[in-house]
């Protein structure tokens, strides 16, 4: 999906989101606005019944609960911790967890692991130990011939528990810890289908508020989509993520919701949580709670009971529908009707669907809109089967009956679920762990004291939270950020664990403006003091010993000799007495002046250059990028980077236009005129000009202006349609070589380089091949031209960032091999308007040309014995197993490194790592930036698993699992993902949480979030494309986050979303979670997804809100097409002002401001970030996966 331009909505879309009515819209009479034709794309019109290629299961079944709240129980926290004889924070022996070959880190992705060895298929029945299941249970995919009646299905449910339950017989009762300090692992415990009871939610800040999600999220962005005439197809690719799971969640703050139990079954689900245990607890008569804001105050409060009337025994409607109107179940499409779907040509309609109040869809639970109750004439249970399109809604059948237990239920893919859906109620998502609350809680507990990085192992605050870092002695966490700060001692425990050990490293990001630069140290010639055996760099884990005349690496232990000029003598506790004066001795980030030895042929080198490539084609004079871009260079030239401000930079420049053949231009500062000398044979690349190619920009302003001014008019009536890349970057290189210095090649180019030269290329996008095994060719270069020149570039220290304007298929996959290579970036502005995207572009371009950065940069990671770096992960090159080589470095990249164990490790003396990279800074001065990291080894999991951080995890997963496409098809790297994440909360159920049922769902305190972000990365375009989401889209995402920082990437997973209601004082409304239900018809949103902003008007939004934003009073009246506020002369305008532009400064990628309006055919894009909710290409909502996790989890314990 586009979104540089209002586009025609194709139609993942068309499918309706599960749970939720769909908006009508009205026929698009006279076609789109703008540029674009009429839409003539997808096929069929929508037809009766289950449209094909769509599992006519929408969505999955989950258990959930009835909203009259029942509470008997003596505390409504059940902690597990109390139960069993062990503590969760005693330090217990762990027992070996075997889970077959499972190694640290993702597993290697082979074909075996489609069926892994230690847990059964996803598709295999599963019967819960002490259960009597009768009949046979066939695998998925099954049709069921008869469904079991609501009687039935509640008495099977009914033993279930979400929140709190009664004590079960497996301990001792529940009693408060004495200790305010919350334990590991709190428990949530599930319940009987038809009540609960919930505690106030712990939110601050306004009553109205439902919990906020203050979380970046799993962003799935809809950048470009297929161009406005092209066909759309709807290939139904397996649902890949969690299956779903029949069991309940429970509550994920310290608010507590339990069901009281029905009629008893052979196993009772809990459900623990991690929250405090309240100290008393109150006793509430109200009326139920339920997701809407307002009820409670939002403070921390006791947990109260509600009582309520007990169940009806017999099947009626229930309180809340949660699925589209019943109707004749279909039977599931075959794999034939699977591979595309088509929608009708012309405008894309949407009929209202039944139940619709004035074209807006009632929601179910939410914020606004009444509750869904009883359908008219839904007399009993009905097992709703797909909405049917176009037509009222369907004649029920009420289904024959059949047995089935809902925990020998196997998790089939979405695609492969059968057309009856059983009726459940649906868990109440406030009773779930809250990404929003999480965050707010770690801004109230760390954001106002500083950060000090003395202590050894601390987990730093989260990267939502604003704070100071004072550098005591380990890298700050903006430089360095660990998946684990207390690792296993031993590579068994690890494997165990599955927890993957890996650090994200951004070595030269920039620092806010209270924290200090790192210092820059000069040894003078003889160069940094280094170990004498792995030549790790002076730092303060090096113990200095015999009256300071030697020193112990903390490395590998070996003595080496301290040099003359650098002795000093040592204080009464060891240390020398300069250490604080030393920044190498008592920081963990610093740099080294590098000598002649550090460099390239032992000589200094020159200052680095930039090259631009303008390509003037037809397609990029006509879309106004050569212009925009010669009238922007104009002014840019005088922002090239600098380390001193008040000094010119001495970065040389050079300019080149290309079609077919090559334009170099001659702008030495004694021409009156610039000159062009033309290369026409691109087979045989050379530089036609020596002197006056590469110029300083002051000497020769007035010669690059003329040029500059000439360039669009020259090629203004050009009908030359075709490009050549492969020679544009080898001229750049040549120019380099002949310059005998590092630099950087911005290439602006339009269209796939089809003409005949080294590099061409075919068009070879097949949408075809998705969900197949071939999936993963789409991901791979073309050939390995691209390969070999950027090893070649690398070498050079030539960094290539590529500014792309397709309005087709450009093979992304190929032309970014050389950007991600040589440490580049690739730019994307699909469908380039002059007008919409101009700004876009040129902040990107303004922010690529100024940042900080260092050239022919080689970075090497050392560790202390008994841990090795095994894996990277980012853009660049390696030419070995341990130096990584990078052409040009810049303050936005980061390379994720894993770690393994070769040997144990010790308690006594932690884990150290130290990142060293050498580099040339843009003033041409060579240096050695040093970053270390010590961490605490640990000997008992509970340990690792009070020290891990999710975000960074999540980081590393999606890395892993990105570059994993390129070999493994798709679905076996979303099946890895889950099950890595199932074994590393099973194995912390089985070997750190209290003994307590099967049922309970335990999840560690700081790992409360694992599921609904790895859910997040589940159903990000790159893994689960929509239908209009092209190959070139996902290839694009799949570079752009191979070197993400954590938090970039964590908004990327799982956006922000605020209330925009009030705007007084410097701070941000709180953050409301991501799912349509938060979303008040009356209010207005500002959704930030890392790439885009949107700014969501509700239909009832007040006037006063619509004058204060928009100018005009009235919702009719707003336009859709705008991409900036107008600025207003109110306290309001400018406060959103404010923070749009706080919000874009955060970010390494300029956010495109949408202003969406409800029931506008753009809030289909703005939905598909709503990541707690099922997405339109078959992604689970969070309930559903947090069932799902919570079935795997049960399946590897049994």
């Not at 099946?975 to 890595?980: A, H, M």
Request: proline residues 13%.
């Amino acid at each position: 999906m586009n979104v540089n331009q209002q586009p025609p909505m194709a139609s993942p879309y068309g499918q309706p989101q599960p749970g939720y009515g769909q908006p009508s819209y009205a026929p698009l009479g006279g076609g789109y606005p703008g540029p674009y034709g009429p839409y003539s794309g997808p096929a069929t019109a929508y037809q009766p019944g289950a449209p094909q290629g769509y599992s006519t299961y929408a969505s999955f079944p989950s258990k959930a609960v009835a909203a009259n709240p029942v509470s008997d129980l003596p505390s409504p926290l059940d902690l597990g911790s109390a139960r069993g004889p062990t503590p969760v924070s005693t330090n217990q022996a762990y027992s070996q967890y075997a889970q077959g070959d499972i190694q640290n880190g993702p597993p290697p992705m082979d074909h075996s692991m489609a069926q892994p060895a230690h847990r059964p298929p996803v598709s295999q029945p599963y019967s819960q130990g002490a259960m009597n299941l009768s009949g046979p249970h066939p695998s998925y995919p099954q049709q069921y011939q008869a469904q079991p009646s609501m009687q039935q299905m509640t008495n099977q449910m009914s033993g279930m528990q979400v929140g709190s339950g009664p004590l079960t017989s497996t301990g001792p009762g529940y009693a408060p810890p004495p200790s305010s300090k919350p334990p590991i692992s709190a428990a949530y415990s599930a319940a009987a289908p038809p009540s609960y009871t919930q505690a106030p939610p712990p939110v601050s800040g306004a009553p109205s508020q439902p919990p906020p999600p203050s979380e970046p999220a799993a962003p799935q962005p809809y950048y470009d989509g297929p161009p406005p005439s092209q066909q759309q197809h709807f290939p139904s690719s397996p649902y890949s993520g969690p299956p779903p799971s029949s069991q309940p969640w429970a509550p994920a703050d310290s608010r507590q919701q339990s069901f009281p139990p029905g009629p008893p079954t052979p196993a009772q689900q809990t459900f623990p949580n991690s929250a405090p245990p309240p100290v008393s607890q109150a006793s509430y008569s109200g009326p139920p709670p339920s997701s809407q804001p307002g009820p409670f105050p939002p403070t921390f409060a006791p947990p109260a009971q509600y009582p309520a009337p007990q169940p009806p025994s017999q099947p009626g409607p229930p309180p809340f529908h949660s699925g589209p109107p019943p109707q004749c179940p279909m039977p599931p499409p075959s794999m034939s009707q699977q591979q595309a779907n088509h929608l009708p040509p012309g405008p894309m309609q949407q009929p209202p669907q039944p139940g619709m109040q004035g074209g807006y869809p009632p929601q179910q639970n939410g914020a606004f809109g009444q509750p869904r109750g009883p359908q008219p004439g839904y007399a009993g249970p009905q097992y709703p089967g797909q909405q049917n399109y176009g037509a009222g809604p369907a004649p029920t059948t009420a289904p024959t009956q059949k047995r089935l237990d809902p925990d020998s239920i196997p998790s089939p893919q979405v695609s492969e679920l059968p057309a009856v859906q059983k009726f459940r109620h649906r868990i109440d998502p406030d009773a779930i762990p809250s990404p929003i609350q999480v965050i707010e809680d770690d801004r109230a507990n760390k954001s106002s004291e500083p950060f000090t990085t003395g202590v050894k192992g601390q987990t730093p605050p989260l990267v939502t939270t604003n704070f100071q870092v004072k550098d005591q002695g380990n890298a700050s966490p903006r430089f360095i950020r660990c998946t684990a700060y207390n690792i296993p001692c031993t590579a068994d425990m690890a494997k165990q664990s599955q927890v993957p050990l890996a650090a994200v490293i951004k070595p030269l990001a920039m620092l806010p403006p209270d924290e200090t630069r790192p210092y820059i140290v000069d040894h003078g010639e003889a160069g940094p003091i280094r170990c004498n055996r792995c030549k790790a760099y002076m730092c303060p884990y090096m113990q200095f010993i015999e009256g300071g005349r030697r020193f112990q690496c903390g490395f590998c232990s070996c003595v080496t000799d301290v040099p003359p000029h650098y002795f000093q003598h040592l204080d009464h506790t060891g240390k020398r007495v300069d250490c604080c004066d030393r920044p190498e001795l008592s920081l963990g980030s610093y740099e080294f002046v590098a000598t002649v030895d550090y460099c390239k042929n032992n000589k200094l080198p020159q200052p680095p250059s930039f090259i631009f490539f303008i390509d003037v084609s037809y397609n990029a004079v006509k879309s106004g990028m050569v212009n925009i871009v010669c009238q922007e260079l104009k002014t840019l030239l005088d922002y090239l980077p600098r380390e001193n401000p008040e000094v010119d930079s001495v970065v040389r420049v050079g300019f080149v236009t290309y079609n077919k053949v090559l334009h170099f231009y001659n702008v030495k500062s004694s021409l009156a005129q610039p000159q062009m000398m033309v290369v026409s044979d691109v087979s045989d690349m050379f530089l036609p000009l020596l002197d006056g190619f590469l110029v300083n920009v002051n000497d020769s302003r007035m010669v690059i202006e003329s040029l500059l001014d000439q360039i669009p008019e020259m090629f203004a009536d050009t009908r030359e349609t075709e490009t050549v890349f492969g020679p544009v970057i080898q001229a750049g290189l040549e120019a380099l070589k002949a310059a005998d210095c590092a630099g950087k090649l911005f290439l602006f180019h339009s269209s796939l380089p089809i003409a005949e030269a080294p590099g061409k290329l075919k068009n070879r996008e097949d949408k075809k091949l998705v969900g197949t095994d071939k999936e993963k060719s789409l991901f791979q270069p073309q050939s390995g031209f691209y390969s070999n020149l950027s090893k070649e570039c690398v070498a050079q220290g030539c960094c290539v960032d590529l500014f792309l304007f397709p309005n087709q298929y450009v093979d992304v996959a190929t032309l970014g091999v050389v950007p991600v290579s040589t440490g580049g970036s690739v730019y994307k502005y699909t469908y380039f308007q002059a007008e919409m995207d101009r700004e876009r572009f040129l902040n990107d371009l303004r922010r690529d040309v100024q940042k900080p950065m260092g050239f022919d940069a080689v970075m090497r990671v050392r560790t202390s014995t008994g841990i090795r770096a095994t894996d990277f992960f980012g853009s660049f090159f390696m030419s070995n197993t341990t130096d990584v080589e990078l052409a040009g470095l810049d303050c936005d990249k980061t390379v994720t490194v894993e770690f393994r164990h070769d040997d144990k490790l010790s308690e006594d003396t932690g884990a150290l790592m130290q990142c060293a990279v050498l580099y040339t800074s843009c003033s041409g001065q060579r240096r050695l930036r040093v970053h270390n990291m010590a961490v605490n080894c640990c000997s008992q999991l509970a340990d690792l698993y009070r020290n891990c951080e999710t975000d960074t995890i999540i980081n590393f997963f999606s890395k892993y699992a990105y570059r994993s496409l390129l070999n493994t098809p798709t679905k076996t790297v979303r099946d890895t993902l889950v099950n890595q994440c199932a074994q590393i909360l099973a194995c912390y159920r089985k070997n750190c949480a209290s003994p307590s049922s099967a049922g309970q769902l335990i999840l560690p305190e700081c790992m409360k979030l694992l599921p609904v972000y790895l859910n997040c990365v589940l159903k990000s375009d790159v893994l689960q494309p929509g239908a209009d989401v092209s190959v070139d889209d996902r290839a694009y995402l799949r570079q752009l986050l191979s070197c993400m920082d954590v938090s970039e990437s964590h908004v990327f997973f799982y956006p922000r979303l605020l209330p925009l209601v009030k705007l007084d004082g410097g701070s941000l409304p709180m953050a409301v979670r991501n799912s349509e239900e938060r979303l008040s018809k009356g209010g207005v949103y500002l959704l930030e997804t890392g790439l885009y902003l949107f700014l969501w008007v509700g239909a009832n939004a007040q006037q006063e809100l619509l004058s204060n934003i928009f100018g005009t009073p009235t919702f009719s009246q707003i336009d859709p097409n705008m991409t900036s506020l107008p600025e207003l002369d109110n306290p309001f305008s400018q406060r959103l002002r404010e923070i749009i532009v706080s919000f874009r400064s955060q970010r390494s990628r300029y956010m495109k401001l949408m202003v969406v309006k409800q029931e506008d055919k753009a809030e289909l894009i703005f939905k598909h970030f709503l990541c707690e909710d099922k997405s339109a290409s078959g992604g689970a909502s969070y309930v559903d996966f947090l069932c799902h996790m919570h079935k795997e989890i049960r399946q590897l314990l049994s």
